[in-house]
């Protein structure tokens, strides 16, 4: 599976925009970037995915770089709530094994 | 549409006790995943299941850890003898089938303690 690099942790103050990067250098033309969270003391879950367009849902935004070496998690306006880590993981639909490889990702803490 | 439900939510065991974890997927999910996390380390895969297959077991400890997904009920993972450092929180997740989309749908988890 090819690899993403995130940073550790980022800060941000309630009700402003977040953006959370990703680095996928080594991204292959089958491979969807997905992006799931988790909550402090829950499972994680799914948030925003995508193969070449910026995508919008109602939890947030995701913009892929023209050359999809990297992509970007956009929350428009963080709440408290939003406090997570968040992962940015590759998914090859070429490839038969379904697991998601977590790595570290981004400890996000949300300042009131 | 019920979530995809864990039970216990916490299991305390002594070593060389047995645990049972039980994950009941979404209502139509064929596919099961179970993950562990282990203090402060991210989530680790451990075993891929549909109905009554074992799909992929490459993140299963050799010994002592087993999974099943019966035709009827709930997946099990079942960790025999355990020891400390099987204390952990464990997920399972569940998916519908292989889409474009890919998403699995995560449980609450069981924490489980060895004492």
């Known amino acids: 599976d090819a690899k993403t690099t995130q940073p550790n942790s980022m800060e941000s103050n309630e009700e402003e925009p977040v953006h959370l990067p990703c680095n996928h250098s080594?991204?292959?033309?089958?491979?969807?970037i997905h992006w799931y969270r988790q909550l402090p003391s829950q499972g994680p879950e799914y948030v925003i995915h995508?193969?070449?367009s910026n995508v919008n849902n109602r939890m947030a935004s995701l913009a892929i770089a023209e050359d999809r070496k990297s992509s970007t998690l956009i929350l428009h306006r963080a709440t408290l709530r939003d406090a997570a880590v968040y992962y940015c993981?590759?998914?090859?639909?070429?490839?038969?094994?379904?697991?998601?490889?977590f790595g570290k990702g981004t400890r996000l803490h949300i300042l009131p | 549409n019920a979530g995809v439900m864990q039970n216990p939510r916490h299991l305390v065991r002594r070593r060389g006790q047995e645990a049972r974890l039980r994950c009941s997927p979404m209502?139509?999910?064929?596919?099961v995943y179970w993950y562990r996390q282990l203090p402060e380390e991210g989530l680790k895969f451990m075993v891929y299941?549909?109905?009554?297959?074992?799909?992929?077991e490459s993140g299963m400890p050799k010994e002592r850890f087993s999974a099943e997904f019966p035709k009827e009920g709930p997946s099990i993972l079942r960790i025999q003898q355990v020891v400390r450092g099987d204390s952990a929180a464990y997920f399972c997740?569940?998916?519908?089938?292989?889409?474009?989309?890919?998403?699995?749908?995560f449980g609450p988890g069981t924490r489980l303690t060895v004492t």
């Open positions: 080594t991204i292959s033309g089958t491979d969807y």
């Open positions: 209502k139509g999910h064929s596919h």
């Open positions: 299941l549909q109905k009554e297959n074992i799909i992929d």
């Open positions: 993981i590759l998914i090859s639909l070429m490839n038969r094994d379904d697991k998601i490889i």
């Open positions: 997740a569940s998916s519908p089938r292989r889409t474009d989309t890919y998403e699995q749908y």
């Open positions: 995508g193969l070449t």
